[in-house]
């Protein structure tokens, strides 16, 4: 009796004890991201001299890693479950990472690469199913917004440990701050991999019968379909110009001093932090799409911003604030898309598939951030800063326009505009219990 007791306050409130510890988990895995994503390009350009084409070819490496392991990591949570997968992916990442920091050649550092990018992309959506079992749906808005916030915040507090230990002319010091990257992954393990995951409690999940499995399930699911598309554009448009084309645009264009530029930042992740449990409050009893639109909204000021700062770069006062308030700008829409992404992911799946679908998910947004610096710094290398700004613009209102269709295709309860407490479905939605 006592366990069905539990079970039934887990299924209203959540699982306190292990989300928590999930959350702390990935606090860990942001520190270490934050420790020493700053510094790679540095490490293999100038601590290694291997040029700035290896320190490239480094990065693509990363990024390919992450699309080579995501259609297999979420088949691993579907059929195992999201804690093997977690250690698996911080076990690989702890190796990446402490390969990297002793490696002194590029086809070592390429390989090293590999495995550390394979294995920290195999923990998101891990970590993402994790969330999702320990929380209910009227505490799931919550739950991805704090692990926002801690992910800015830990990212923020890792960049700053770890500009205080590098130093570009010794190279002990760049292999000291990637095996400390190491110890944080395998904090993660130890931390979240332990956690007693609960069972999902009974959902209602968008198919018809059975259904195909895996990727081919995503697919034939035109609200996740949707759902993706936006993700893409809103991840091109922000996520993806947030350190490459508009800071491009900012050192280049307006002549920001790299100083700034990092205050600027500073300012993103301070904003985030400040804002994101009070937005979570305006936005828990409204429409999820109205909040992504409104994110939209948001950005198109700050693009906006960013072209009085064009417009003004003679006067260097008036461009650093222009500059800095683009950042809080888009730390304000991002304080509005994190209470809803992951939710509307967790509340399309069907229970049998939520590692697929966060996969999928993870796997849009790893190859809209790795397309949207190319387009970026190669617009505004060229020194058309007005048709980047202009294209960004286009893309944001694309945005807006995406969240508002993208309402007709979920149901009430999916778009949060009912009480989480009544359960409507489509007539061809079935009611089903999380295995």
């Not at 040029?51 to 693509?60: I, P, Q, W, Y």
């Not at 959902?203 to 598309?229: F, I, S, T, W």
């Not at 809080?328 to 304080?335: C, D, I, N, Q």
């Not at 190319?374 to 995406?402: E, K, N, R």
Request: net charge positive; glycine share 12%.
């Amino acid at each position: 009796m006592t366990g069905t007791v539990k079970q039934q306050r887990q299924r209203r409130h959540g699982a306190g004890g292990p989300l928590r510890r999930v959350q702390i988990g990935n606090a860990l895995s942001a520190f270490g991201s934050g420790f020493t994503m700053p510094y790679m390009f540095v490490y293999v350009d100038q601590v290694r001299g291997l040029g700035s084409l290896a320190a490239g070819m480094v990065f693509t490496v990363f990024a390919l890693a992450a699309l080579a392991v995501l259609p297999f990591t979420g088949r691993g949570i579907d059929r195992y479950g999201p804690r093997p997968v977690l250690l698996a992916g911080a076990g690989l990442a702890a190796t990446g990472a402490f390969a990297f920091g002793h490696a002194t050649s590029t086809p070592a550092l390429l390989v090293s690469a590999f495995l550390f990018g394979g294995g920290v992309t195999t923990c998101q959506p891990a970590l993402a199913t994790m969330i999702v079992r320990c929380s209910t749906r009227a505490t799931r808005s919550r739950a991805f917004a704090l692990q926002f916030t801690l992910v800015n915040l830990g990212m923020s507090i890792g960049a700053l440990v770890g500009g205080q230990i590098v130093h570009a002319a010794d190279a002990a010091s760049m292999t000291r701050l990637f095996t400390i990257e190491a110890l944080t992954f395998l904090g993660l393990a130890a931390v979240t991999g332990s956690a007693r995951i609960p069972a999902a409690a009974p959902v209602l999940v968008p198919e018809q019968g059975k259904g195909p499995n895996g990727l081919r399930a995503l697919v034939a699911d035109k609200a996740m379909l949707r759902l993706c598309l936006l993700a893409g554009l809103i991840f091109f448009t922000c996520y993806g110009q947030f350190e490459s084309g508009v800071a491009a645009f900012a050192t280049d264009t307006v002549g920001t001093a790299p100083a700034v530029l990092g205050l600027a930042i500073g300012v993103n992740g301070l904003t985030i932090v400040a804002l994101q449990m009070f937005v979570v409050r305006l936005t828990e009893k409204r429409r999820r799409t109205t909040a992504m639109a409104a994110a939209g909204v948001v950005w198109l000021g700050a693009w906006a911003t960013a072209l009085v700062a064009g417009l003004v770069r003679g006067e260097a006062m008036v461009a650093t604030v222009a500059i800095v308030a683009v950042y809080a700008l888009f730390g304000v829409g991002e304080s509005l898309l994190a209470p809803t992404m992951g939710p509307i992911v967790a509340e399309l799946a069907p229970a049998r598939l939520l590692g697929t679908y966060n996969s999928g998910y993870a796997m849009v947004k790893q190859i809209a951030v790795a397309v949207g610096p190319a387009v970026g710094v190669l617009l505004v290398g060229s020194g058309t800063w007005p048709l980047y700004l202009a294209v960004m613009a286009l893309c944001t209102l694309g945005v807006v326009a995406l969240a508002l269709r993208l309402r007709r295709y979920l149901t009430p309860a999916q778009d949060n505009a009912q009480a989480p407490a009544v359960s409507v479905a489509a007539p061809a939605r079935a009611l089903q219990i999380a295995a």
